[in-house]
């Protein structure tokens, strides 16, 4: 009889020193049991808006967001889908691997910036939030000469309700 485990905990962690992965059938019986090749890091992420610190694995083929999320970590987001500055962390060590994160530059990815949204772990990780504005400003201050824009709350009130 074959035991057939999954890969992490329903927490992350990884069950085994190599993951394992089910081949299913059509009808969705698990048929067995082969070596998968995708790894887990450890990611540490200090939430400097809340003042915890999360720590958790996550697999090399699974958004970091997204796994914190399946594991009942609260982290910041918007667009989930790295367009806007709202996940934005800084890099202190480790790497993430981000193809689809847009709503950094080059630039403050090579600063190490990153997404966590559309971020996956290359190597365990070690991370801190960064004040949304803060970055966005980073991202586009240059292109505002005035500086950073003042929130209108009145006028905002106002907007929102001739809708």
């Known amino acids: 009889m074959n035991l057939l485990l999954p890969s992490t905990s329903l927490y992350g962690k990884p069950l085994l020193d190599r993951p394992l992965s089910f081949k299913w059938r059509r009808n969705g019986e698990r048929v067995g049991v082969r070596a998968a090749s995708i790894g887990s890091h450890k990611v540490r992420v200090h939430d400097r808006q809340r003042g915890v610190v999360h720590e958790f694995w996550v697999p090399e083929d699974q958004y970091i967001l ?30 993430i691997k981000q193809p689809e994160a847009l709503g950094i530059s080059a630039e403050l990815k090579s600063k190490g910036y990153a997404l966590l949204c559309v971020g996956f772990p290359a190597s365990d ?14 991202q586009f201050g240059r292109y505002f000469a005035r500086g950073p824009i003042e929130r209108d709350d009145y006028a905002l009130e106002l907007a929102m309700g001739d809708e």
Do not use: M
């Open 66 to 95: 997204h796994t914190a999320e399946s594991q009942n970590i609260s982290l910041p987001f918007a667009c989930r889908h790295g367009c806007c500055t709202s996940c934005a962390v800084r890099i202190k060590s480790g790497q």
């Open 125 to 138: 990780l070690e991370v801190e939030t960064q004040d949304e504005d803060e970055v966005y400003w980073l």
